[in-house]
């Protein structure tokens, strides 16, 4: 018998209709492409992942052989599970295997630490975890403990042979347990936000809504079964699954390549010696392939394309990378919410080097609105609303935000600033959210500020973006506080609330007070500005 499938906000039944009838929801799981590719290239390669090549056959074989086992323990619908694993090969065989089972999981990013984790747990009480030994948090049992509903952890690098994820993915011995997926309009799985606010707030996606913005991503992108991609960046991160990501490569039958971390001593040699043509990138590595590729004359004779998205690309950098890479640039501005914009093949160059292009689909409805939510005319920068065929309708569980995202119409504003360009593409200028974009790593200043204010000598805390040439963004905490606290104290005590270590402020200022709007609110504009002038002399 089936259990209560997970809730979420549904689009209203006219809309849905129409995705489905304009070809966009197709009614299919989001597993289907790449057990396409199993049954009609099983020797094709999947994943390349240190030494180790998953064809297609291995990558549908364990996840089967997963899903099976948690079918016979009793999983399906109804269950969630939190997820943590590095850029390993599992990573996409376990998602692979829960969206099979019907098993709806949320997958972490492996920077993530206790807090954020428990956060995850909290919302979703998953009575399933598959996390990495080798990680800080579950190095012994103590998270697993505190899940209230949890039935079963497992782990890669177990030694109890029991929670050993590699034996619960072994092919031989699976049992013929039945496994369905859950039906294509619901949840498959919840994405993660970048947030604004004091939790991270969960994105949940439906096979349909997310299998469409991946299949245009492919047609838009040019992938094909020929593809070697890149994948540097956090692998659960949605541009990396979708932008067209490694869902993208799968349904396409392409090979996903693994890195540890996008520095090029690392993924270069990776480039040359698998031929890989596609890479995903933030700028911030952009800037760091641009040096290293000057310096050292690497073979990346293989890229075709380079895809640049996640924070803002300075145009100027823009134009260095087909001359410097020897491939095309496209640039990508989505969001984990939804929405996906690309610049496309045979734009003009103004379009490609200093825009982020279109949505995916000519049913993404796009207003631009100025603070009284009117429509501004084009070339003028304004809020970002959209409604959409892949764009979320609501947070998980979260009324009080959803109601202060979303219009009544069901626009989604994304706290991006952007204008609309003569060719029609989108330009994003800036950003209203109270967020810091850490070179594409999010972090909402609420989360940070409430962690600082737990610290007894603490008053006041504001969490503020400063420019940085690599970065683009770094963080600064402006903190009021009793005399004598110092950085390294505070510093010291955010790690010890266990949080992602791209959140701990590059910056602490000490200040008397903190300037205020006139409606009492922290001005956070006065502050940005303060800390951009270069710090006074001195006095001797
Ligand atoms: C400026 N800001 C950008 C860009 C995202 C593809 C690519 C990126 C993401 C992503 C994604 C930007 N220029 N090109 O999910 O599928 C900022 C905006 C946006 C926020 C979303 C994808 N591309 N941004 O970055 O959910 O502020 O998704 O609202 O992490 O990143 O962040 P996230």
């Excluded at 100025?370 to 959409?388: F, H, Q």
Aim: hydrophobic fraction near 40%.
């Amino acid at each position: 018998m089936d259990r209560k499938l997970v809730a979420f906000e549904r689009w209203p039944a006219h809309l849905a209709d129409r995705y489905r009838a304009r070809g966009y929801w197709l009614g299919k799981p989001l597993c289907h492409g790449a057990e396409a590719q199993a049954r009609h290239r099983p020797g094709a390669t999947a994943i390349l992942c240190g030494d180790r090549a998953v064809s297609y056959g291995d990558l549908d074989a364990q996840a089967r052989a997963l899903a099976a086992r948690l079918a016979q323990a009793g999983f399906g619908h109804g269950d969630t599970a939190l997820v943590q694993l590095p850029n390993v090969a599992e990573f996409y065989i376990v998602f692979q295997a829960l969206l099979k089972a019907g098993i709806v999981p949320i997958n972490a990013l492996w920077s993530h630490r206790q807090s954020e984790l428990a956060s995850y747990a909290e919302q979703i009480r998953p009575r399933l975890l598959i996390a990495d030994r080798s990680h800080p948090v579950f190095g012994g049992n103590g998270f697993a403990a505190g899940c209230d509903r949890l039935a079963l952890a497992l782990y890669r690098n177990a030694e109890d042979p029991r929670r050993d994820l590699a034996a619960w993915l072994d092919p031989a011995g699976a049992p013929a347990a039945e496994f369905r997926p859950t039906p294509a309009g619901q949840v498959a799985f919840f994405q993660l936000s970048g947030g604004s606010t004091g939790t991270p707030k969960l994105i949940p996606r439906t096979h349909d809504d997310y299998d469409y913005s991946i299949r245009e991503s492919n047609r838009i992108c040019g992938v094909t079964e020929a593809t070697r991609f890149l994948v540097a960046l956090p692998a659960p991160h949605n541009y990396l699954m979708s932008s067209p990501g490694a869902l993208g490569v799968f349904q396409a039958g392409g090979t996903v390549v693994l890195a540890a971390a996008p520095d090029p001593q690392i993924c270069f040699p990776l480039i040359a010696r698998h031929r890989i043509d596609m890479v995903p990138l933030v700028p911030s590595a952009v800037a760091l392939w641009l040096e290293a590729a000057r310096r050292d004359a690497p073979d990346l004779s293989s890229l075709e394309r380079m895809l640049v998205g996640g924070a803002a690309f300075a145009e100027a950098t823009a134009r260095q990378v087909p001359g410097v890479f020897g491939c095309a640039l496209q640039q990508v501005f989505g969001m984990a919410e939804g929405l996906v914009n690309y610049t496309r093949d045979g734009d003009d160059a103004e379009t490609v080097f200093a825009s982020q292009g279109r949505p995916i689909s000519p049913d993404d409805e796009i207003r631009i609105l100025d603070e009284s939510g009117r429509e501004v005319p084009e070339g003028t920068p304004g809020m970002l609303a959209v409604r959409g065929p892949y764009t979320f309708r609501g947070y998980y569980n979260a009324p009080e935000q959803n109601a202060r995202v979303f219009d009544r119409e069901g626009f989604y504003y994304s706290g991006d600033v952007v204008e609309r360009t003569e060719t029609g593409s989108l330009r994003v200028v800036g950003r209203v959210k109270d967020q810091i974009n850490r070179g594409g790593e999010k972090i909402a200043a609420e989360e940070i500020e409430n962690l600082l204010l737990r610290h007894p000598q603490v008053r006041q805390a504001a969490l503020v973006a400063v420019p940085d040439p690599m970065m683009g963004e770094r963080s600064c905490a402006v903190i009021v506080g009793e005399d004598g606290l110092r950085a390294p104290a505070l510093r010291r005590h955010l790690m010890e609330q266990g949080i992602a270590e791209y959140k701990i402020p590059d910056r602490f200022q000490f200040a008397e007070a903190l300037p205020l709007t006139p409606v009492g609110k922290t001005d956070k504009k006065a502050l940005r500005e303060a800390l951009a002038r270069p710090a006074p002399a001195p006095v001797s």
